[in-house]
């Protein structure tokens, strides 16, 4: 065999040999990125955009007669504020209000097989923060902030009016910067 003839044996060896190699998928993925540029003094933390806060699975004889769940935390991280732009910040939780009777005007209405209840939410002084309602929030400083709130399950004061089962509630959020 001439050098022209190896030549082009080794080429089409390696040729397949990589075809092989490509065709061989041992796993692969996509990362999508996001986010939003902001007119804001303050960043919030990507991980505070979209929570899920579990509220455990609650006696229906604990939330009898308006009843409340035990509280659970959350938060809102804010990065790199700037006091010069603006010190004074208020926060909105929108979302579907409860029954406007039966004590859960103050909270936000569920869905799913649950019914009866709604959840509340509170800042860490135990101000009820009503939705669709702006509630101030104490004074922005420098650089990071958290602002903390308590979430609860509530139950009607309708005399049997608690009804077991799965539920979901969503509050967005929105700040304001004076």
Do not use: R, W
Not at 73 to 100: E, P, R, W
């Amino acid at each position: 065999m001439n050098a022209k003839n190896k030549l082009l044996v080794m080429a089409l060896s390696s040729l397949i040999t990589a075809g092989a190699h490509a065709a061989t998928d041992q796993g692969h993925g996509k990362i999508t990125f996001l986010g939003s540029v902001i007119d804001a003094p303050c960043s919030i933390d990507a991980k505070s955009l979209d929570q899920t806060i579990q509220l455990g699975a609650i006696s229906k004889n604990q939330l009898a007669d308006g009843g409340k769940s035990t509280p659970v935390s959350f938060d809102i991280q804010l990065h790199d504020c700037d006091s010069a732009t603006a010190n004074k910040a208020s926060i909105t939780f929108n979302g579907i209000a409860g029954a406007k009777t039966d004590g859960l005007d103050s909270a936000f209405a569920v869905t799913g097989q649950a019914s009866g209840v709604g959840v509340g939410i509170t800042d860490m002084g135990g101000k009820v923060i009503k939705p669709g309602t702006k509630s101030s929030l104490s004074a922005m400083s420098d650089g990071d902030n958290e602002l903390q709130f308590l979430a609860y399950v509530q139950g009607s004061t309708a005399s049997g009016a608690v009804i077991p089962g799965n539920f979901t509630s969503i509050a967005n959020f929105m700040m304001t910067y004076e």
